[in-house]
């Protein structure tokens, strides 16, 4: 069983900054790749940064510059820095694995979700 734990949301000013943390505990062999999305109200969820194992990094174009995804290997954790924020960011933001077991089993996990509130 895998567990996702997120961290670090919260309500911040416009222009203001918060940072993400999701740790992955569990019997895991590898985890690829690292991701946050968020849904906003009435809205779908979409990706919103995606780190691999090597470190290759995806970002939506609207983060582009203010967000910076990384990831701790043996931590088994994935960060969101994410500065600038603009009221348009406030939304749930949820941890995103791709997880690998022993077995050769692969499966995605979802974190619990984290609120981001930006006020203007």
């Known amino acids: 069983q895998v567990q996702l734990v997120e961290s670090g949301g919260g309500l911040v000013q416009a222009g203001g900054s918060l940072r993400l943390s999701c740790a992955a505990s569990?019997?895991?062999?590898?985890?690829?790749?690292m991701g946050w999305y968020r849904q906003a109200p009435g809205k779908q969820r979409e990706l919103v940064a995606r780190?691999?194992?090597?470190?290759?990094?995806d970002y939506a174009d609207s983060v582009k510059g203010r967000f910076t995804i990384s990831r701790d290997n043996a931590k088994s954790t994935v960060y969101l820095q994410m500065n600038s924020l603009r009221p348009e960011d406030t939304a749930v933001y949820y941890c995103?694995?791709?997880?690998?077991?022993?077995?050769?089993?692969?499966?995605?996990?979802w974190g619990q979700g984290t609120q981001v509130t930006v006020s203007s």
């Open positions: 995103n694995v791709g997880v690998e077991f022993r077995s050769g089993l692969k499966r995605d996990y």
């Open positions: 569990g019997t895991i062999f590898s985890i690829n790749p």
């Open positions: 780190i691999t194992s090597g470190g290759s990094t």
